[in-house]
């Protein structure tokens, strides 16, 4: 019995050891090569991110205007960046560990461990501030607290949106690695900072690169735009959030105005890593792609040019506070000039920030010449009439009589304009479109607006793309206001009236349009297509489409245009006078009425002591003065009832009897034909249009302008030969 037990345990033995053989030749000679890359794998570090280079900018002639170039960034650690934010202490204690480790500290007491390693932290953020005060854009210890609260913020949503696709939390790649809190090291900063700071194991000098734009690229910045870091929306909106290597982390920049903006996906592009195993052989690399460069229709020494022309303009009218020109070419409606003036040093944003945020009497960052809008005064005045001649509530024939006002029951209501310098308001007599036209007379218009309706008066703005965006593809186009009569009824809770389409008729009211759409409405008047504008280049054409007109319409709309600078009946023929044998200047003037703006609101409350005080916020609303004060004083007790404006731009009332206007000249250049003679069977090369804000006549202020802007656009015809 004995023996037969021992044969069955030794047989058991047996097979347990041929279990055991077979399982090793499994391990050693089957999964061998599994296993092997298992355990290579076990020694190797953490993938390194590989950036991109985002793309360049270029102008129509392939001339640089914004591109990356090198520079440096202090990185912290984000454990070190989350310390005063995180309550669960699971960081604290994670980072004093590897601050013990990395100082190779003796065991000691954990609460001297913990204080020291805090007192750590807070020289370490001091060291940084002293570092960054000395460079060519200073940073405060406050900025730089600010920037860590938004990497911390920036994270934790990245986090959250990551636990919403995977159904459950837990941490993410961002919360393990380094965060920019400076950018834009010069070479100086990043060798200071590598001797000064290399004992603090959570901060490292990296190699990245930054936007640098163009030498005096003051007049392109708003057209330009800039990049930023991420915010909350982005990251949560990014359509590419499931691909490691394009979506947004928190440390990234993006487009926020601009081109930057508009042409973001197309300039950004693809990181790459690059995994190590621990003796620094390279396992696996994925090569970072590029961003792609993007050219625009602008062309730069143009720009330039109309800057400085529009910059004198304003400087000559003490009340102007800035202005637009924008330039098409009209075949194409690509924009060749797209001017907001004032404007600013784009390479030292962050450091004029400050002075920009506050000059609410200049505002030097609105970008007047598309995110802007402006009753568009007589410019307008064509299209009231070609609505009135395709519809058929007027002919070519069609007479009306301007005695200055247009009843006689009411002489002082409804006027023709005021003869500059005097109080008396011009009489056309009887007059047909092309004449009323020339001598820009709001008598006809009126009667015609009236004749039109509110119904077909819109539909014609409409028609030229009034309240739509302009094609242009920046955030920052505003569409404008076409007035319809469920418009002023939704908004003004107004009904429409007889003085309605009267003043849409000469473009005053709630009518508004912005300059890119004063001049795309001159290509549509010289041509007879309406088309979207374009500043990005493409191989895809436009949309257009051509307006429902006879040619004899037309012309008759194209000669009233001419006779305004050409006939001495015209509003501008004393101003806009332009003497060339090749080309026409073709225009229309505009005063259009403008209201002066908030600058500033005065806030009283008491101080910390209780002792009343008072405030003065440069904002151009009382609800962002409120907001304002209430960051900046947080705390403090006010009243947000009694914050009042305490300063307007113009900071004076207008001359009595009279109105403040912004001026506009909008126009074509016209070709000749051998007797000096419109030749009205070719079509224009350029429209553009020209705005000063608070420039009062638009003959006066504009037309020597607008005669200007033709006297570049032949120069640069010539030097393109």
């Known amino acids: 019995m004995f023996e037969r037990r021992l044969r069955i345990l030794l047989a058991v033995l047996a097979l347990c050891g041929v279990v055991l053989l077979g399982r090793l030749a499994q391990l050693q000679v089957v999964h061998a090569s599994f296993y092997r890359e298992a355990a290579e794998q076990a020694l190797v570090l953490k993938p390194t991110p590989l950036p991109f280079v985002r793309g360049t900018i270029l102008d129509r002639t392939g001339e640089v205007l914004v591109r990356d170039e090198p520079s440096w960034e202090l990185a912290v650690d984000y454990g070190i960046i989350a310390l005063p934010y995180d309550d669960s202490q699971d960081i604290g204690k994670r980072e004093l560990k590897r601050w013990l480790r990395a100082h190779r500290q003796p065991v000691v007491d954990a609460g001297t461990a913990d204080e020291a390693f805090h007192r750590e932290v807070e020289r370490m953020w001091t060291d940084v501030a002293v570092l960054l005060a000395l460079g060519p854009s200073p940073v405060t210890r406050t900025q730089l607290e600010e920037r860590a609260r938004e990497v911390y913020d920036r994270v934790q949503t990245v986090r959250a949106g990551v636990a919403r696709r995977r ?193 609410t009497d200049r505002l030097p960052l609105l970008f007047r010449a598309v995110g802007t809008r402006y009753p568009p005064g007589s410019t307008i005045k064509p299209l009231v009439c070609l609505a009135g001649l395709m519809s058929g509530r007027i002919t070519l024939e069609t007479r009306e009589d301007c005695n200055g006002y247009l009843s006689d029951d009411n002489r002082e209501g409804w006027r023709c304009w005021e003869v500059k310098g005097t109080n008396q308001r011009m009489a056309h007599g009887s007059i047909d479109v092309v004449q009323a036209l020339t001598g820009s007379c709001n008598i006809f218009m009126y009667r015609l607006g009236e004749r039109l309706g509110i119904d077909r008066l819109c539909g014609a703005f409409d028609m030229v793309g009034v309240g739509r965006g302009s094609g242009i593809g920046l955030r920052e186009d505003e569409p404008g206001i076409n007035p319809t009569a469920s418009w002023l009824l939704a908004n003004k809770k107004a009904a429409v009236t007889p003085g309605t389409v009267r003043n849409f008729a000469i473009g005053q009211g709630e009518l508004g349009m912005t300059p890119v759409q004063v001049a795309n409405l001159m290509a549509t008047y010289a041509t007879g297509r309406y088309r979207s504008v374009r500043l990005i280049q493409s191989n895809e054409s436009t949309p257009q489409w051509k307006l429902p007109a006879t040619a004899e319409q037309l012309l008759a709309i194209r000669r009233g245009i001419y006779g305004v600078v050409n006939d001495p009946e015209g509003t501008a023929h004393k101003y806009a006078r332009f003497e060339n044998e090749r080309y026409a200047l073709c225009g229309k003037t505009g005063s259009a009425t403008a209201h002066p703006w908030p600058t500033a609101y005065r806030v009283s409350f008491r101080d910390e002591g209780g002792a009343p005080a008072t405030a003065y916020i440069p904002e151009a609303s009382r609800d962002q003065a409120v907001a304002r004060f209430r960051r900046e004083h947080p705390g403090v007790q006010f009243d947000p009832d009694d914050v009042v404006l305490a300063r307007r731009w113009p900071p004076h009332p207008p001359t009595e009897g009279e109105n403040f206007s912004h001026a506009w000249f909008a126009g074509f250049l016209q070709p000749l034909d051998g007797h000096g003679d419109p030749d009205w069977s070719r079509e224009p090369q350029w429209a553009f249009a020209v705005l000063v804000e608070f420039g009062g006549s638009g003959g006066q202020t504009t037309g020597p302008l607008a005669t200007r802007v033709a006297a570049e656009l032949l120069n640069l015809e010539e030097q393109q030969r």
């Open 167 to 359: 159904g459950f939390d837990a941490p993410v790649a961002e919360e393990t690695q380094a965060h920019a809190v400076a950018r834009g090291l010069t070479a100086d900063q990043q060798i200071a900072a590598r001797e000064r700071l290399a004992h603090y194991p959570w901060l490292q000098v990296r190699a990245t690169s930054s936007r640098r734009f163009a030498e005096n690229a003051e007049p392109l910045a708003h057209v330009l735009g800039r990049v930023g870091r991420v915010d909350r929306e982005t990251i949560e909106s990014d359509p590419e959030a499931d691909d490691p290597f394009v979506a947004y982390q928190a440390s990234d920049v993006v487009g926020i105005t601009g081109v930057e903006h508009a042409a973001e996906r197309v300039l950004r592009g693809r990181r790459g890593q690059v995994i190590m195993d621990r003796d620094g052989n390279v396992v696996e690399q994925i090569d970072a792609e590029h961003g792609k460069d993007v050219r625009l229709t602008i062309h730069a020494p143009l720009q330039q040019r109309m800057y400085e022309l529009l910059a004198d303009a304003v400087a000559q009218h003490h009340d102007s506070s800035g202005g637009a020109v924008v330039v098409l070419d009209v075949p194409t409606r690509e924009v060749l000039a797209l001017v907001s003036y004032p404007s600013y040093d784009p390479n030292r944003f962050e450091e004029l920030y400050p002075i920009l945020r506050d000059d």
